[in-house]
């Protein structure tokens, strides 16, 4: 079985652009969760999706959104991109409230 | 608000030792999760173990064991035989509707 999956796991961005990131959770997982990762904040949860809907949401700004997909992939946007949005951004996949929660290997995001 | 406390920011033990991570953790529920993740320099979360909190038996995975007191809220993590491959980040971290609320982690290094 394949584990989660994140694309793209390097990527530098200039202040004020916007950027994508990807992620795809095990088979048969539909919950799929985002967490940024700073020297600074430590690890602090974004959103988590279930079965395409939003169910939880973390203490971040609008600038940051997500969505899922039918096939439980799910995507991460931040718009407007600033220095300390830089960071690893980790996603995680379960199949349901209360069980193990797995990690992608985490896409890095440089802004300068 | 749910916390979780790391109180050693680092520790140290030589090789085939013993150490004990500390945690503790602060929630009003009578049902929920607690995990410790492992983080090398890869940056990949890697799961150790997982204990349910309606079961009074302590989990146990191979080296890594854990010593859960719901009454006192504490949740360590014993290692024994210690080996070069488990110095890392050690993040514990306590979860509630997909959302993990991880500690501020405590590094371990482990002497040869």
């Known amino acids: 079985k394949a584990g989660v999956t994140q694309t793209p796991r390097y990527l530098i961005k200039t202040r004020g652009q916007q950027v994508t990131l990807s992620c795809s959770p095990i088979s048969g997982h539909r919950s799929v969760s985002w967490y940024q990762q700073t020297p600074g904040q430590g690890l602090q949860f974004l959103f988590e999706y279930f079965s395409e809907t939003q169910r939880n949401k973390g203490n971040f700004p609008g600038r940051f959104s997500g969505r899922q997909f039918s096939n439980s992939r799910s995507e991460m946007n931040v718009s407007t991109l600033e220095l300390g949005d830089s960071a690893l951004y980790l996603c995680a996949s379960s199949s349901g409230a209360g069980n193990t929660i797995y990690f992608g290997e985490g896409s890095w995001l440089t802004v300068v | ?112």
């Open chain 2, 1 to 112: 608000a749910q916390t979780v406390t790391q109180s050693q920011p680092e520790m140290s033990v030589q090789e085939a030792e013993t150490v004990t991570l500390s945690c503790t953790y602060d929630t009003s529920e009578s049902d929920y999760y607690l995990f410790w993740y492992k983080q090398p320099p890869s940056r990949q979360m890697i799961l150790v173990i997982r204990q349910e909190a309606y079961k009074q038996q302590n989990a146990t995975e191979n080296r890594f064991s854990v010593n859960f007191q719901k009454a006192a809220k504490s949740f360590s993590l014993k290692i024994s035989d210690s080996q070069l491959g488990d110095a890392a980040m050690y993040f514990c971290a306590y979860v509630k509707q997909g959302n993990l609320i991880f500690g501020k982690g405590t590094k371990l290094s482990v002497k040869p």
